[in-house]
């Protein structure tokens, strides 16, 4: 059966919902009418960051106006646990505390207001414990989630010692709240046998439906959770959203009421966790042209209270350590630490992120030491040919493109001039200077967890030639669902309008994992193009038998299906083949082939691909207060044959920006008590609009497509672009190495206040 | 309870309200208009702009009673019919939105904003969605939108 | 939030009557108000609706020169009126920096003075043009200046049977210029680290008659930099002049750690903003470069 032609595919089609959101129509979970007798859920929170609750009296919470019911530790009917995978995070706390503002009981109340009003009224007592707040206090004292892991090659303290340069250098690395603009919600209705409907901005619908039922002590089957779209998750609702789903269904089933729980901002932020804050240390050997000769790498990683994911984010920031370059002998070290803190969680780039900015400061560090311009070390660090083509942890590099796109981006952002020119605006003014710099990404694209790397697709075609398509991932605004209905109207040769999208949910595709990893067009793109594609060839077979052709001769195009020189309308066949009994609904299964991972040993083939990228960025810096500001940034990035090069370069535009903001204005503080002071727009800083650059090329790399057979040789998209964002901070620091002739302790994020302290090597009084 | 009587996306509205309501509880709870959202409760986020006597607003740092005797209007307010307003219009041709949670207090703060300056520059308009954040798109194509709805909008 | 009375007085004497009840607040921009009522950090009988008061919704040119501003007169409507962009460009740059244009559409002179945030953008500005408040109560009314109304961040002097009527610009003498200037780590919609606006008058031999510094977020209220001032009367304007100046407001600060920076960062920008301004200011006076 020959493949249909490309109508919808690579086509910049609109995102599914664009409409609906422009005229207020899209439903959020929060916009969804409300059944009645709703009853609202608010958590109560813990006070201090480690101890005991020695005493809770609840007697004012229940007595406030509007209070129907208290959720306490001992009414949860089943498990008391929504971890992903460890069983450490309790969904209400059993008088143990591990981080300030832990729940430690949930209100259900007539209005949000009232369960929130009264959720404050607790008078609970403490015995306070000592807390491990910073990486250091953790560190020092062994405090950790899980064992410390390594990986490597050749023995690097002999080819450390044997080295033509050696450098020492140290980089913290801060964390970044999601700040996804929609926070936490569940809506929660109790139905017959005790079976709940589930509506929960998740990105993992069957990791939701797990710890509902668990905690309920239900079978799996009882419990649907479904969701349409979110309005952004970036990582913050893969396994973090389960807890207030546990909470509602609880209360639901307490009540027989429906219960809705939605955390305002401050609770959000207070209350889920973020990126996890990493500290990078180094030891690094190379010869005179910046070519490393051998690295030793630590990566303290601070993961909160509980493990949730932290195992696979510091495994996967240890994975992008090496980022584009080869490392020949490299040692790196992980310690996946235990805070009184949040649990820190997915974020965009899975760790990923902070190990690409470890290698970029090394990158940064002896281009000043050796006085050279730092894209000149880079280039010489790239993977290459044979013998230089393996990461350390024993991957063939087979799809090494950052050779080619570097030297494409370098000539189209015209950087050699423009770095002549920055040496002579720096020469010209003494208090503004200029930094510029190109970094590449290389990221591996698949779950790290093998068994993760399997999607479930469900297809129906209905009587009149539509559509109705449901798979595992979920939306949201990544684009994910027109992507996948673009793959499917192109199977049925149909146009995209016919392919209705319908909501994830765990009663149609059973199994999911969860839409992360930015693997949901690669995974859930391929099992519904299967899906489809065994209708069609059920529908060809009976065409075939229709007009006596063979199989093989009909064509699917243009809303008609084609045998020789028969054509008919793609609905008279559908109405034909239901009337001649052919089913129309199939599933459809994908797993990705190839990989595979060697705990023991720290080696395998995890990725089936990697995605590569790169950006060069221009900052100017006021060395009077450390104000700075981003003049261009030039990007060419890498998206294999795009699915939807509209979706794709808002990826790309939209990544950017928010790994700049990681790097630059946003910075999670805690107090020594462990509270988060910055749990508020007001005193967190996202980029506004104001803080992108003034110019913003963002260009798709034309390269043959994906090597690795994916969904119409695409490349996955959503995180790599995160860490196109490094060139700024990889320029901010050059800007102050001109500006000071020396390497700065630049830390992330470099804030205003950071870069002064830089500048003047951290005394204001210079 | 204090009565108030409002002009909301052209149509009369009236009826009683509690002091405290605040102006996005009344859009969305009384009157069940669910596209004005709440992102951060603070009056930081945008996410809730709605126009007041034409002027683009934060309701939820606005009383409902405050709009006692004003002309209300929505996102569900701006289209005529089945015609699209032609900055709705320009968000969609320019992939203005991603999750989509923002774009509404994002499309009303775009329409005060350029309301007369068909020729708004790009730093005005940067300048002038400072109150309105999104967290998806970086911006760029929110831009490309205002710039070219403004022109579809016309002095 | 507790239910509260709603009121929307038609005139002054109505809205003193209205305010002078325990825990009466008026209700402007509400950028401030409405959340902390929300988080029940401020309890509240009565909230009264300042924007229907006609007389205090008006711009109005004094005789003498100066300019009255009502309190409740939106900070979109100083921004973009003549004679405030004309005669005190200071003013009306700074209350477009209050919150964000739909903040700017809401918020009042009044309540950017009477919530007496020490970050308040629209009071350096009023302090250095000299500005006066309008206080009407219950007793008779009294003016005082600006910054005498402050007692700590969040506190007046406004008794609970006061209002704040009306801000008064003075008319300027020749030769003066002011400039506003605070730094934000993120460049819009952010709350001053510190902000500093320098007013000189320059005598006929270009030497400064008359100073007045005033500096938004270090310290508890927004406050005068008197050493500073003293600095650079009678002074000709410089370079080395505008640094000393810088130097002694520095001093005259008096910041603390929190989120926002720390108090040596904040100390350090009053000094360069400080300069900065003062040099700005100079260059609207006097043509060609400073010494």
Same mark, same amino acid.
């Given at each position: 059966?020959?493949?249909?032609q490309?109508?919808?595919?690579?086509?910049?089609?609109?995102?599914?919902?664009?409409?609906?959101?422009?005229t207020g129509?899209?439903r959020?979970?929060d916009?969804?009418?409300e059944?009645?007798?709703?009853?609202h859920?608010y958590?109560?929170?813990?006070?201090?960051?480690?101890?005991?609750?020695?005493a809770?009296?609840?007697?004012?919470?229940?007595?406030?106006?509007?209070?129907?019911?208290?959720i306490?530790?001992?009414?949860? #009917?089943?498990?008391?646990?929504?971890?992903p995978?460890?069983?450490?995070? #309790? =969904?209400?706390s059993e008088?143990?505390?591990t981080?300030h503002?832990q729940?430690?009981f949930?209100?259900?109340?007539?209005?949000?207001?009232?369960?929130?009003?009264?959720?404050?009224?607790?008078?609970?007592?403490?015995?306070?414990?000592?807390?491990?707040?910073?990486?250091e206090?953790?560190?020092s004292?062994?405090?950790?989630?899980?064992?410390d892991?390594?990986?490597?090659?050749?023995?690097?303290?002999?080819?450390?010692?044997?080295?033509?340069?050696?450098?020492?250098?140290?980089?913290?690395?801060?964390g970044?709240?999601?700040?996804?603009?929609?926070?936490?919600?569940?809506?929660?209705?109790p139905g017959?046998?005790?079976?709940?409907?589930?509506?929960?901005?998740?990105?993992? #619908?069957?990791?939701?439906?797990?710890?509902?039922?668990?905690?309920?002590?239900?079978?799996?089957?009882?419990v649907?959770?479904?969701?349409?779209?979110?309005?952004?998750?970036f990582?913050?609702?893969?396994?973090?959203?389960?807890?207030?789903?546990?909470?509602?269904?609880?209360?639901?089933k307490?009540?027989?009421h @429906?219960?809705?729980?939605?955390?305002?901002?401050?609770?959000?932020m207070?209350?889920?966790?973020?990126?996890?804050?990493?500290?990078a240390?180094? !030891?690094?050997?190379?010869d005179n042209?910046?070519r490393?000769?051998?690295?030793?790498?630590t990566?303290?990683?601070?993961?909160?209270?509980s493990?949730?994911?932290s195992?696979?984010?510091?495994?996967?920031?240890?994975?992008h350590?090496?980022?584009?370059y080869?490392l020949?002998?490299?040692?790196?070290?992980s310690?996946?630490?235990?805070?009184?803190?949040?649990?820190?969680?997915?974020?965009r780039?899975?760790?990923?992120p902070?190990?690409v900015?470890? =290698?970029?400061?090394?990158?940064?560090?002896?281009?000043?030491?050796l006085?050279?311009?730092?894209?000149e070390?880079?280039?010489?660090?790239?993977?290459?040919?044979?013998?230089?083509?393996?990461?350390?942890?024993?991957?063939?590099?087979?799809?090494?493109?950052a050779?080619?796109?570097?030297?494409q981006?370098?000539a189209s952002s015209?950087?050699?001039?423009?770095?002549?020119?920055?040496?002579?605006?720096?020469?010209?003014?003494?208090?503004?200077k200029?930094?510029?710099?190109?970094?590449?990404?290389?990221f591996?694209?698949?779950?790290t967890?093998?068994h993760?790397?399997?999607?479930?697709?469900?297809?129906?075609?209905?009587g009149?030639?539509?559509?109705?398509?449901n798979?595992?991932?979920?939306?949201?605004g990544?684009g994910?669902?027109?992507?996948?209905?673009?793959?499917?109207?192109?199977?049925?040769?149909?146009?995209?309008e016919?392919?209705?999208?319908?909501? $994830?949910?765990?009663?149609?595709? @059973?199994? $999911?994992?969860?839409?992360?990893?930015?693997?949901?067009?690669?995974?859930?793109?391929?099992?519904?193009?299967?899906?489809?594609?065994?209708?069609?060839?059920?529908?060809?077979?009976?065409?075939?038998?229709?007009?006596?052709?063979?199989?093989?001769?009909?064509?699917?195009?243009?809303?008609?299906v084609?045998?020789?020189?028969?054509?008919l309308?793609?609905?008279?066949?559908?109405?034909?083949?239901?009337?001649?009994r052919?089913?129309?609904?199939?599933?459809?299964?994908y797993?990705?082939p190839?990989i595979?991972?060697d705990?023991?040993?720290?080696?395998?083939?995890?990725?089936f691909?990697?995605?590569?990228?790169?950006?060069?960025?221009?900052?100017? =810096?006021d060395?009077?207060?450390?104000?700075?500001?981003?003049?261009?940034?030039? =990007?060419?990035?890498?998206?294999?044959?795009?699915?939807?090069?509209?979706?794709?370069?808002?990826?790309i535009?939209g990544g950017?920006?928010?790994?700049?903001?990681?790097?630059?204005?946003?910075?999670?503080?805690?107090?020594?008590?462990?509270?988060?002071?910055?749990?508020?727009?007001?005193?967190?800083?996202?980029?506004?609009?104001?803080?992108t650059? !003034?110019?913003?090329?963002?260009?798709?790399?034309?390269?043959?497509?994906?090597r690795?057979?994916?969904?119409?040789?695409?490349?996955?998209?959503?995180?790599?672009?995160?860490?196109?964002?490094?060139?700024?901070?990889?320029?901010?620091?050059?800007?102050?190495v001109?500006?000071?002739?020396r390497?700065?302790?630049?830390?992330a994020p470099?804030?205003?206040?950071?870069?002064?302290?830089?500048?003047?090597?951290?005394?204001?009084l210079? | 309870?204090?009565?108030?009587?409002?002009?909301? /996306?052209?149509?009369?509205?009236s009826?009683?309200v509690?002091t405290?309501?605040?102006?996005?509880?009344?859009?969305?709870?009384?009157?069940?208009?669910?596209? +004005?959202?709440v992102?951060?409760d603070?009056?930081?986020?945008g996410?809730c702009?709605?126009?007041?006597?034409?002027?683009?607003?934060?309701?939820?740092?606005?009383?409902?009673?405050?709009?006692?005797?004003?002309?209300?209007?929505?996102?569900?307010?701006?289209?005529?019919?089945?015609?699209?307003?032609?900055?709705?219009?320009a968000?969609?041709?320019?992939?203005?939105?991603?999750c989509?949670?923002? +774009?509404p207090?994002?499309?009303m703060?775009?329409v005060?904003?350029v309301?007369? /300056?068909?020729?708004?520059?790009?730093t005005?308009?940067?300048?002038?969605?400072?109150? /309105?954040?999104?967290?998806?798109?970086?911006?760029?194509?929110?831009?490309?939108?205002?710039q070219a709805?403004?022109?579809?909008?016309?002095? | 939030?507790?239910?509260?009375?709603?009121?929307?007085?038609r005139?002054?004497?109505? &809205?003193?009557?209205?305010?002078?009840?325990?825990?009466?607040?008026?209700l402007?921009g509400?950028?401030?108000?409405?959340p902390?009522l929300?988080? %029940?950090?401020?309890?509240?009988?009565?909230?009264?609706?300042?924007k229907?008061?006609?007389?205090?919704?008006n711009?109005?040119?004094?005789?003498?020169?100066?300019?009255?501003?009502?309190?409740?007169?939106?900070?979109t409507?100083?921004?973009?009126?003549?004679?405030?962009?004309?005669?005190?460009?200071?003013?009306?740059?700074?209350?477009? &920096?209050?919150?964000?244009?739909?903040?700017?559409?809401?918020?009042?002179?009044?309540?950017?003075?009477?919530?007496a945030a020490?970050?308040a953008?629209?009071?350096?500005a009023l302090m250095?043009? *000299?500005?006066?408040?309008?206080i009407?109560?219950?007793?008779g009314?009294?003016?005082l200046?600006?910054?005498e109304i402050?007692?700590?961040p969040?506190?007046?002097v406004l008794?609970?049977?006061e209002?704040l009527?009306?801000?008064?610009?003075?008319?300027?003498p020749?030769?003066?210029?002011?400039?506003y200037?605070?730094?934000?780590?993120?460049r819009?919609? %952010?709350i001053?680290?510190?902000?500093?606006?320098?007013?000189?008058t320059?005598?006929?031999?270009?030497?400064?008659?008359?100073?007045?510094?005033a500096?938004?977020?270090?310290?508890?209220?927004?406050?005068?930099?008197?050493?500073?001032?003293?600095?650079?009367? *009678?002074?000709?304007?410089?370079?080395?002049?505008f640094?000393?100046?810088?130097?002694?407001?520095?001093s005259?600060?008096?910041?603390? %750690?929190?989120?926002?920076?720390?108090?040596?960062?904040r100390?350090?920008?009053?000094?360069? &903003?400080?300069?900065?301004?003062?040099?700005?200011?100079t260059?609207? &006076?006097?043509q060609?470069d400073?010494p």
């Open positions: 059966m020959p493949d249909t490309l109508r919808e595919v690579r086509q910049p089609k609109a995102h599914d919902s664009a409409i609906k959101q422009i129509e899209a959020y979970i916009d969804q009418r059944p009645a007798g709703l009853l859920c958590p109560g929170k813990a006070s201090i960051a480690s101890g005991k609750v020695v809770m009296d609840l007697s004012a919470v229940a007595a406030a106006p509007g209070v129907v019911s208290l306490k530790v001992a009414d949860i #009917p089943g498990k008391n646990d929504c971890s995978i460890f069983g450490d995070d #309790p =969904i209400i008088g143990q505390i981080f503002g729940v430690i949930a209100v259900l109340a007539e209005t949000r207001d009232q369960a929130r009003w009264a959720a404050q009224l607790a008078k609970v007592e403490y015995e306070e414990e000592k807390a491990f707040i910073s990486v206090q953790a560190n004292n062994d405090s950790t989630v899980l064992p892991y390594q990986m490597g090659r050749g023995d690097v303290v002999v080819d450390l010692a044997k080295a033509s340069n050696r450098l020492q250098g140290h980089l913290e690395i801060g970044q709240d999601h700040f996804y603009l929609e926070g936490h919600v569940s809506m929660v209705e017959e046998d005790g079976d709940m409907l589930v509506h929960c901005s998740t990105q993992h #619908p069957t990791e939701a439906q797990h710890q509902v039922a668990d905690c309920l002590g239900v079978p799996h089957h009882a649907e959770v479904r969701i349409r779209r979110m309005g952004g998750g990582g913050g609702k893969e396994s973090q959203s389960g807890q207030w789903a546990c909470l509602a269904a609880i209360g639901a307490m009540t027989g @429906p219960v809705k729980i939605r955390l305002d901002r401050d609770d959000d207070i209350l889920t966790g973020k990126r996890h804050e990493f500290e240390s180094y !030891d690094v050997g190379f042209q910046g490393i000769e051998a690295i030793d790498l990566l303290l990683g601070r993961c909160g209270h493990a949730d994911l195992g696979a984010i510091c495994d996967r920031a240890m994975m350590s090496d980022n584009a080869f020949p002998s490299v040692a790196i070290h310690r996946r630490l235990r805070t009184h803190t949040v649990s820190n969680t997915a974020f780039g899975f760790g990923g902070q190990g900015l470890s =290698i970029e400061r090394v990158m940064d560090h002896i281009a000043s030491s006085g050279i311009d730092a894209l070390v880079r280039k010489v660090n790239l993977y290459g040919d044979e013998g230089r083509n393996t990461t350390p942890y024993e991957m063939e590099v087979f799809d090494n493109i050779p080619e796109l570097i030297e981006l370098e015209n950087y050699q001039n423009r770095r002549a020119e920055v040496v002579e605006f720096n020469r010209k003014n003494k208090y503004l200029k930094g510029l710099s190109l970094t590449p990404v290389k591996g694209i698949s779950f967890a093998t993760m790397n399997q999607a479930g697709a469900l297809v129906h075609v209905y009149d030639g539509s559509i109705g398509l798979h595992g991932g979920t939306e949201m990544q994910l669902y027109v992507k996948v209905a673009q793959v499917v109207a192109d199977s049925f040769g149909i146009d995209l016919r392919v209705k999208i319908t909501s $994830t949910t765990t009663a149609k595709v @059973p199994n $999911t994992s969860p839409t992360a990893a930015s693997s949901g067009a690669d995974l859930n793109g391929m099992a519904a193009k299967i899906a489809a594609d065994e209708i069609r060839g059920r529908l060809a077979e009976f065409a075939a038998g229709l007009f006596q052709a063979s199989k093989d001769d009909v064509r699917f195009e243009n809303n008609e084609v045998v020789g020189t028969e054509r309308d793609f609905t008279d066949l559908v109405k034909k083949a239901i009337f001649a052919v089913s129309l609904s199939s599933t459809g299964y797993k990705t190839e595979q991972w705990v023991a040993t720290g080696t395998g083939k995890p990725f691909y990697f995605a590569y990228g790169a950006a060069v960025s221009e900052v100017t =810096i060395c009077f207060t450390g104000e700075y500001k981003v003049d261009r940034v030039d =990007i060419l990035h890498d998206v294999g044959h795009s699915l939807n090069p509209a979706i794709d370069k808002g990826q535009e950017f920006i928010q790994g700049m903001g990681w790097l630059t204005t946003e910075e999670l503080k805690w107090d020594d008590k462990g509270r988060l002071r910055t749990h508020a727009p007001s005193t967190y800083k996202i980029p506004t609009a104001t803080d650059p !003034d110019v913003f090329n963002v260009d798709l790399f034309k390269g043959d497509g994906n690795a057979e994916t969904i119409y040789r695409s490349k996955a998209v959503g995180e790599p672009p995160l860490m196109l964002g490094i060139a700024v901070f990889s320029a901010l620091t050059n800007a102050v001109n500006a000071t002739g390497m700065p302790k630049l830390n470099a804030t205003p206040e950071a870069v002064l302290l830089a500048l003047r090597d951290g005394d204001y210079v | 309870m204090p009565s108030i009587s409002l002009t909301l /996306n052209g149509r009369s509205v009826g009683e509690e405290k309501t605040l102006l996005v509880d009344y859009i969305r709870e009384n009157q069940k208009l669910t596209g +004005t959202h992102g951060c603070t009056s930081q986020c996410s702009v709605v126009h007041v006597d034409g002027k683009s607003v934060k309701s939820c740092t606005m009383l409902a009673v405050q709009v006692d005797g004003s002309e209300v209007t929505t996102i569900e307010g701006l289209a005529t019919g089945e015609e699209l307003h032609p900055m709705q219009e968000f969609r041709q320019n992939h203005g939105l991603q989509g949670f923002c +774009t207090g994002m499309v703060s775009a005060d904003l309301a007369g /300056n068909p020729d708004i520059s790009e005005e308009i940067r300048e002038g969605l400072e109150g /309105n954040i999104c967290r998806c798109t970086g911006y760029h194509n929110i831009v490309k939108s205002v709805g403004a022109k579809a909008m016309g002095g | 939030m507790d239910l509260f009375n709603f009121q929307t007085p005139s002054i004497p109505e &809205l003193i009557a209205a305010k002078n009840s325990a825990n009466a607040w008026l402007a509400g950028t401030d108000l409405i902390q929300k988080e %029940d950090r401020r309890k509240a009988e009565t909230i009264i609706d300042v229907k008061i006609a007389a205090m919704t711009i109005s040119a004094e005789q003498d020169g100066g300019l009255n501003i009502g309190a409740a007169v939106t900070a409507t100083i921004a973009q009126s003549e004679i405030v962009c004309a005669s005190y460009p200071a003013l009306a740059y700074s209350v477009a &920096l209050i919150g964000s244009r739909q903040v700017q559409n809401r918020a009042s002179l009044g309540g950017n003075v009477c919530n020490p970050s953008d629209a009071v350096p250095s043009y *000299g500005a006066l408040a309008n009407e109560g219950t007793k009314k009294r003016s200046m600006v910054e402050f007692t700590g969040g506190r007046t008794e609970q049977d209002v009527a009306s801000i008064t610009l003075p008319a300027l020749e030769n003066t210029a002011a400039v200037q605070r730094f934000t780590p993120r819009e919609m %952010d001053a680290v510190a902000g500093v606006s320098s007013r000189i320059l005598d006929a031999n270009s030497k400064i008659v008359d100073a007045k510094i500096l938004a977020s270090v310290g508890p209220t927004p406050l005068r930099a008197k050493a500073a001032e003293m600095t650079l009367i *009678g002074e000709v304007p410089s370079l080395k002049l640094e000393a100046a810088g130097a002694a407001a520095a005259d600060a008096s910041p603390i %750690d929190d989120t926002r920076g720390s108090a040596d960062y100390r350090h920008l009053v000094s360069v &903003l400080c300069r900065r301004t003062l040099a700005s200011a260059k609207e &006076l006097i060609g400073l």
